[in-house]
């Protein structure tokens, strides 16, 4: 029964609140309760993280009064007003009054309209009214309760001190011993009482509120002024002060009543929390690695040189081989320990686990999902890098070849063309001019195509982004300019030498026919080292056949160049021996061209030099696409016996997961045996891995040989990994409920059987509709309430699914019984034979010796049917054990 509900008490309160009101006028008293009663209130308001400067202030507008209630009593109050009008506040303070009524207090004369208008004294008596019912009421010492069981409780604890001596709530305590003997009583170790004095107050008050705020929690809520200052402190101050030491101490010796209750679930708790601990460090962890590895794989910034692209690769290569592997594991392990905790959680009737925001088994899987995508868009984007470095390479080489070849052959040119020499010559001498003036255009025409080239590979490295494009569009800028000019003087000499051909008849046909024939010769040659020298990329043996088969070709039409080349020197050692014959006076060398037979000769022997150097890189590079292609046959033959293997021990597992043949352990054994095979398949990959970088480092791209690359294996093979570890422990932790629950084999079984029949799509989980289907099966009348409450306990993460693990939990606690009261007294009937009682030597008998001498030590306040101390009947067992509230 309510104390506020018996006549005396009410009398009590009554008389209070009327000579309460009258000390209110008292302004030290008013004082003592401002101070008292507004440091008790931030006590608890601090809970929920605020507090109040101003009690009579900070309360008018009910939301923090509202707020104290909630904190003090545990229970949500009706929803606050949050207007700032006049009547939100009084609307909020009435809910506030209300409940403080709902609770057996009689406010006598407090309305909200005062509470509103900031009347301290008012305020004042509701707050002690709220201190009567909150912190006083329930005080119960020796069939004594409120004030004289407060009294009560002081002078027990204090009656071993001397010179305490505990009357009354105001004069008695203004020597301060009494807050220390207090103290001292229940922490000897916070204070030396032998060095206190009676005469010095004021450091005995000092002393115990500082070691109470200090080491006991309890807030500072008078000076040691107000009191000694004071001929007669104010009761209610120091009722609601000594209340808090009350409810300080009284809390440790509830703590250890409640310690025997709780030994049984702490060590499950402990070990919960620890995973729940374990759980999310990991998955900080986890994450933090992902959040700092993805931004790592999505940089795209390319390298100018192959060599810093082949770093970037081998330290790719290195994330793949050194850094993934352990957090893979980490990330299997973050799965196993949650499926664990959930089963545990859900054997012990505590609620499900759930992770921090953004920490769920979901946002990990989103995470490494994103992880690899980013990791395979990574690998994609190395690959091009290198393909496109290795093109601009190529280019850049060949556009400085052509380039050179092109500007050793236009130097001079410009000065040739602009030379007026034709003004002064001789009429064979202009018919040379004019001659030599043909063959040069025909060899400038024959030049149009190479430049035509360089313009063309320089546009293909703008477009391709090649670091030094600058230099290139400058170098190729003034080739095209001077491509231009030289065209331009061409034009002009031609027309020159076209006006004196008219005065000039004489020419030497010997001179023109060396001229003719040399100069596409001299191209041919200027091609051919040209082709012979020009680099080459190949990644098939089909396309090292096609250069060789053109290099044969090539060197089929050697014999017929020869000839050619023989026919020209044939007329030169005409012209030389026409000139001894006929003493004929020439002045220099060939008019009509450049190129002498020296040059012929120099040029051919190049060409003769080149050939089996050709032949040689041929060779060379016929013999790496014959190792590139052994390379792509190697992995080829492992990758289509690994692959198969990987999918069919996927599908072995299962159906080892849904069929039920055996016991949950033979089940188990054979997983395990499963888990050893596999991880004894390791080294197999690791060799694939070998082959891969092997392929990788000899920059192959591709392989017809297999649909299967590198990148599918390690998936299938994390996967593998993940399935057997997820499939093993969701065994175990089908082992963990059928003991926890009592479940036979059978009944096993038949859970089994059941859930495989309406796992329609073979996954392992069925889906809700199927899930309901099911229960509705096994008799449960469901409505969309009930079938929403339990699939919050089959699918508390809301994925939609149902775990076969879920379904046995569900099922074997909807048949499960437990009651606790039932299990004490079978435990006691065991302990005390035909005895109506226990004796201390029979617990040390049965019991371990640590649980023992904590029972044991509990038997003190209890005493057998006949008067013996340390002997418990059951019921004084049971409150031993459990507490009077429990049982």
Known sequence: MDPYDDDDDQVYMQQEDSWDRDLLLDPAWEKQQRKTFTAWCNSHLRKAGTQIDNIEEDFRDGLKLMLLLEVISGERLAKPERGKMRVHKISNVNKALDFIASKGVKLVSIGAEEIVDGNAKMTLGMIWTIILRFAIQDISVEETSAKEGLLLWCQRKTAPYKNVNIQNFHISWKDGLGFCALIHRHRPELIDY??????????????????????????????????????????KAIMT?????????????????????????LAVNQENEQLMEDYEKLASDLLEWIRRTVPWLENRAPENTMQAMQQKLEDFRDYRRLHKPPKVQEKCQLEINFNTLQTKLRLSNRPAFMPSEGKMVSDISNAWGGLEGAEKGYEEWLLNEI????????????????????????????????CRDYETASLSEIKALLKKHEAFESDLAAHQDRVEQIAAIAQELNELDYYDSPSVNARCQRICDQWDGLGAMTQKRSEALQRTEKLLETIDQLYLEFAKRAAPFNNWMEGAMEDLQDTFI???????????????????????????????????????????TYHVNIAGSNPYTAIDPQEVNAKWDKVRQLVPQRDQALIEEHARQQNNERLRRQFANQANVIGPWIQTKMEEIGRISIEMHGTLEDQLTHLRQYEKNIVNYKPKIDQLEGDHQLIQEALIFDNKHTNYTMEHIRVGWEQLLTTIARTINEIENQILTRDAKGISQEQMNEFRASFNHFDRKRTGMMDAEDYKTCLISMGYSLGEAEFSRIMSIVDPNRMGVVTFQAFIDFMSRETADTDTADQVMASFKVLAGDKSYILADELRRELPPDQAEYCIARMAPYTGPDGAPGALDYMSFSTALYGESDL
């Open 387 to 418: 393909r496109r470095l290795e093109r601009l390479d190529h280019l850049a080489e060949k556009f400085r070849q052509k380039a050179a070849i092109h500007e050793a052959w236009t130097h001079g040119k410009e000065e040739m063309l602009q």
């Open 241 to 265: 002060y000594v209340s808090s030491f009350y409810h300080a101490f009284s809390g440790a010796q509830k703590a250890e009543t409640a310690a025997n209750r709780i030994c049984k679930v």
């Open 538 to 580: 190949v990644h098939t043996i089909e396309e090292i056949q096609g250069l060789s088969t053109a290099h044969e070709q090539f060197k089929a039409t050697l014999p017929e160049a020869d000839k050619e080349r023989q026919a020209i020197l044939g007329i030169h050692n005409e012209i030389a021996k026409i000139v001894q």
């Open 194 to 235: 032998g060095k206190l004095r009676k005469d010095d107050p004021m450091t005995n008050l000092n002393t115990a509120f500082e070691v109470a705020e200090k080491y006991l929690d309890i807030p500072k809520m008078l000076d040691a002024e107000d009191i000694v200052g004071t001929a007669r402190p104010d009761q």
